[in-house]
């Protein structure tokens, strides 16, 4: 369904001395080298998958709120010099229509949640400790989707551009939630245009309103990135996905296609 109000979001995260990226349209996906990623921006191409639908893989369990906190510590004690950044680009390609009725979908249904479609990345991760993570679009970035639009680092919720579908959700685990679709399809939207949930209380998470265009910021320290960082430590790469969402029509879970590069601060 398509509504019509522009919305600018602004929610607590506190800011970094993380760098930015930038935003833009596009696709793409591919594999990190080895010994994790370098310094270099790393494009990655992706396919299409027109068949994404549903839920993602169960995500890996949040670890002890005392290794979380030994992390945020680490990072906020941390010589400027410990740190390095490295920079990687994902595109994800331009997707249409819901495929209502099929696996998890349910058939249309005007101001219900009924379908998602999720289109797939891959996030090269550095050998070392995530300290902060940057998601930017330039200004004249024109991400545009339809219902709603769910960025997800290892299924755990980044941004949702649609607020009220938070209390569908499990409760969040360490200020985190994961995003499950099988928990909020068939639910009630309520309110088209409810402000986005973002990860994290203090910085700016800047996305355009449904149904409308617009750059997107998110700037993710320590104190917001921390519980998916130990959580995914160890590991070389991790699922990044767009999912769009959809009620009653084949203009729904459309995103344009987006370019989006994400600036990754650790310390080896």
Not at 131 to 138: L, R, W
Not at 139 to 147: I, K, M, P
Not at 187 to 202: M, R, V, W
Request: charged share 20%; glycine share 10%.
């Amino acid at each position: 369904m398509r509504r019509c109000t522009q919305m600018k979001v602004f929610v607590g995260l506190l800011l970094t001395a993380c760098s930015g990226g930038n935003f833009s349209g596009g696709s793409g996906q591919g594999a990190a080298p080895a010994g994790g990623i370098s310094g270099n921006e790393s494009d990655i191409t992706i396919g299409k998958d027109d068949n994404a639908t549903g839920t993602p893989g169960e995500p890996a369990p949040l670890p002890p709120v005392d290794q979380v906190t030994a992390l945020k510590e680490k990072c906020a004690n941390a010589q400027a010099a410990s740190f390095k950044t490295v920079e990687q680009t994902i595109t994800y390609p331009e997707r249409k229509t819901c495929a209502f009725g099929m696996n998890s979908n349910l058939a249309t249904k005007q101001g219900f949640v009924q379908a998602s479609e999720t289109s797939p990345a891959t996030l090269n991760l550095p050998a070392g400790d995530i300290c902060g993570i940057d998601i930017d679009s330039p200004a004249d970035a024109r991400l545009h989707y339809d219902d709603f639009l769910i960025l997800s680092i290892d299924s755990r919720i980044v941004f949702l551009s649609n607020g009220g579908l938070t209390k569908y959700l499990d409760a969040p685990q360490q200020g985190i939630l994961s995003w499950d679709f099988t928990k909020v399809v068939g639910q009630p939207i309520g309110n088209f245009e409810t402000p986005a949930y973002c990860l994290g209380k203090g910085a700016a998470c800047d996305l355009p309103a449904h149904d409308k265009e617009g750059p997107v910021a998110l700037h993710l320290t320590a104190n917001e990135i921390a519980p998916i960082a130990a959580a995914i430590a160890g590991k070389t790469t991790v699922n990044m996905d767009l999912t769009a969402t959809g009620d009653n029509d084949n203009t729904d879970c459309f995103h344009t296609a987006l370019t989006v590069a994400v600036k990754i601060k650790y310390i080896p």
